[in-house]
């Protein structure tokens, strides 16, 4: 009885659909930013800041802001499709900083602050490629230098730059700089976030 007992347990807990994770890499600015931008969209599971795109085959932050290893500050973006869609994250990211300034956003000044796509199939890179074609139509943007390029690789950054914002709040760099950008996505997008 038992085993019984046992086989339809573990036909019922089999048949729960465990939960879909896809992955979305962007970069734009620090990625201290970029990562407050995305923390509290509903749908998105973790997002990890780190390096990519660069010719070394490791990255950690005084190399890849001396700009020796040609990586870019990118979050990993791990997301339930089933809940929020890829296209919307675009919309976020691309609310989240500005595409056309080369190299820069704001104060952040270097190469490895540029603002970069990595995909990870060719739905997300066409996605990417329509929803700028789509910007620069409706003028909200124009000259989007916004990189699209296929992910290779990604280096989580070290444990003090996770979770910045949530964890320095009155760090002057949060208050002056990230807590503007999460006002103006959260008036501007508030039915995509959990709070």
């Known amino acids: 009885i038992m085993k019984i007992v046992f086989l339809i347990l573990m036909f019922f807990l089999n ?7 896809n992955y979305a890499y962007f970069g734009g600015g620090c990625f ?3 990562e407050a931008a995305f923390e509290n969209l509903n749908g998105v599971i973790d997002v990890t800041s780190g390096y990519s795109g660069g010719e070394e085959s490791t990255a950690n932050y005084n190399d890849v802001s001396s700009g020796t290893t040609k990586h870019a500050e990118i979050c990993e973006i791990a997301y339930n499709p089933d809940i929020i869609t890829f296209n919307t994250l675009l919309e976020v990211f691309f609310l989240a900083h500005d595409p056309t300034t080369l190299n820069r956003q704001g104060n952040d000044i270097g190469a490895h602050y540029r603002s970069i796509i990595f995909y990870c199939n060719t739905t997300q890179k066409q996605n990417s490629e329509n929803y700028i074609k789509k910007l620069e139509a409706l003028k909200i943007y124009t000259n989007i230098i916004t990189d ?3 992910l290779t690789d990604f280096y989580p950054a070290e444990d003090y730059h996770q ?5 320095n709040p009155n760090q002057a760099y949060c208050t002056f700089v990230i807590n503007p950008k999460i006002k103006k996505l959260k008036n501007a997008l508030k039915k995509y976030y959990l709070d």
Do not use: A
Not at 15 to 21: F, V
């Open 15 to 21: 048949m729960e659909n465990p939960e879909q994770t």
């Open 32 to 34: 201290w930013c970029i």
């Open 148 to 150: 699209i390029v296929p």
């Open 163 to 167: 979770n910045y914002f949530t964890l």
